[in-house]
């Protein structure tokens, strides 16, 4: 069991707290693979005004998260400074995400792109109020470098499994093909099923979270009461948001989010048109991403531990995109058979287990390093900010639906792809014009995120002495040194 001073984590913990992340992995997996092809191919909102909706809500919580991360991080109650929040959103987050799989019929594109809006919008906000304290208890539970990683890789192997999961069931079971439908991904009516079976998965996942790790409240750090001004509050977030590695940190995720943000809302376009793969066997991909979900549960404490989670991710994240873009290139310049070849499926299997494992890997480690920011700021700003930081983190991970969604609906715009279109009744200059205008992009947003990954500067040794310091400082205080400022 691991250790944070002389409290140590029991395993029950460590997994209700991975458990916690099922809830994103569900709404993340289903705006990612599902919102954009119900929407658009069924319900015919135009594909840009489907972007437009899910990229405004996201601009909407990028201004709502850090309030939410400040206000926890300066909470006070019975019940410590996140758990108040983790119980009140289980219930309208798990509606919230209900009610958008379940639309109104009949109603005009504008009403519908309204409707679009303004859940996004809740789901988004309800979400967060859930998972930025809950993803900041990880600085809370553990302050050691590499026990960090570790804490952190149940965390995105568990949102991983359970967005899988979800998807899974819903090709598998829910999507199925009938004599109105032949491609089970395009058929209406196993939508609604897909939202009740997500909609529990959210609830349960909160509330596993929240009270699996209910028993840590005493041991979590507290911090003293103040009466701040609004005013205050917001020269504490610039000056906490202005520390030169968070900021790094921060935009390098932005564009690792995006790139998987652009993947997993085109991989079932790419599916279904480009390499036109029924229901069945999507669903089996999905094996392919869960041992890729697995491996990099091993496999990033490892390399945190031989590399330093900067140069691992800096391995991993373009690895990860490089595999990804394998086929599709081939595809491009004839070096792969026509659709319905014995070759394409086990050749999409590999390039997922191998693309999946290196970008969850990359995800948990840069995930670690924002952790780590938060004593590297203590220590300039005598604060814990463990909220306002993983404020940051879930923004980010939010971007992989905003950001992803919006710039496939422009790319899927950008080459004029029909609505309400068939597989293999799409013409052939279009799915390729896709995959030309779509393997540019994935490499240039990758290109930008391991150089922003190069500029952050915290190292297992630099963390160390940052620990060591905070601890010095915080025994002059105690013996009663009040000349101490950060």
């Not at 289903?30 to 996201?58: D, K, R, W």
């Not at 896709?434 to 290109?447: E, K, R, S």
């Amino acid at each position: 069991m691991e250790q944070n001073g002389s409290h140590r984590l029991r395993l029950s913990t460590r997994l209700a707290y991975g458990v916690g992340a099922v809830a994103f992995g569900v709404k993340d997996n289903g705006f990612s693979s599902f919102l954009l092809i119900f929407y658009n191919q069924i319900l015919g909102l135009p594909v840009a005004e489907v972007g437009l909706a899910v990229m405004a809500a996201l601009v909407i919580d990028a201004l709502f998260d850090p309030v939410i991360g400040q206000v926890s991080d300066n909470w006070h109650s019975s019940w410590g400074r996140r758990h108040p929040f983790m119980y009140f959103a289980a219930i309208p987050a798990s509606a919230a995400y209900l009610f958008l799989w379940l639309p109104p019929t009949g109603w005009s594109h504008d009403a519908l792109f309204g409707y679009l809006l303004i859940l996004s919008i809740l789901i988004r906000t309800l979400l967060s109020i859930f998972e930025i304290p809950s993803a900041a208890l990880a600085a809370e539970l553990t302050s050691s470098y590499d026990i960090r990683t570790k804490l952190l890789s149940y965390r995105f192997v568990f949102g991983w499994v359970g967005g899988i999961a979800t998807s899974y069931v819903a090709l598998r079971f829910f999507l199925q093909p009938d004599r109105s439908h032949a491609i089970g991904q395009l058929n209406p009516a196993g939508y609604p099923l897909y939202g009740y079976a997500g909609s529990g998965l959210i609830l349960s996942a909160i509330l596993i979270c929240a009270f699996g790790t209910h028993r840590e409240i005493p041991f979590l750090r507290k911090v003293p009461k103040r009466n701040v001004s609004l005013a205050k509050l917001a020269r504490e977030m610039a000056g906490t948001f202005s520390n030169a590695s968070f900021i790094r940190i921060l935009l390098a995720n932005v564009f690792v989010a995006s790139t998987w943000g652009l993947f997993a809302s085109l991989n079932l376009y790419f599916a279904t048109f480009f390499w036109e793969l029924g229901s069945s066997q999507v669903a089996n991909f999905s094996i392919a991403y869960l041992m890729g979900a697995i491996c990099a549960f091993g496999i990033a404490p490892i390399l945190s531990e031989r590399l330093g989670k900067k140069h691992a991710a800096m391995v991993t994240f373009p690895v990860g995109v490089f595999t990804a873009l394998v086929p599709i290139v081939l595809r491009i310049f004839g070096y792969l058979p026509a659709n319905g070849s014995a070759l394409i499926f086990p050749l999409l299997y590999v390039q997922i287990l191998i693309s999946t494992g290196c970008t969850v890997s990359s995800n948990i480690l840069t995930a670690s390093m924002i952790a780590d920011v938060v004593e590297d700021s203590e220590l300039l700003t005598g604060r814990r900010s463990e909220g306002l930081f993983f404020a940051a983190t879930a923004f980010v991970a939010k971007a992989v639906t905003g950001i992803g969604i919006f710039a496939s609906a422009m790319l899927l715009s950008v080459v004029s792809f029909p609505n309400g279109a068939r597989p293999g009744a799409v013409d052939p200059s279009t799915i390729r014009d896709l995959g030309l205008v779509y393997v540019p992009t994935m490499a240039l947003l990758a290109t930008f995120a391991v150089t922003f990954l190069k500029g952050y500067r915290i190292t297992r040794e630099s963390h160390s002495e940052s620990l060591k310091k905070l601890a010095a400082n915080a025994a002059m205080l105690i013996d009663g040194d009040a000349s101490y400022e950060p």
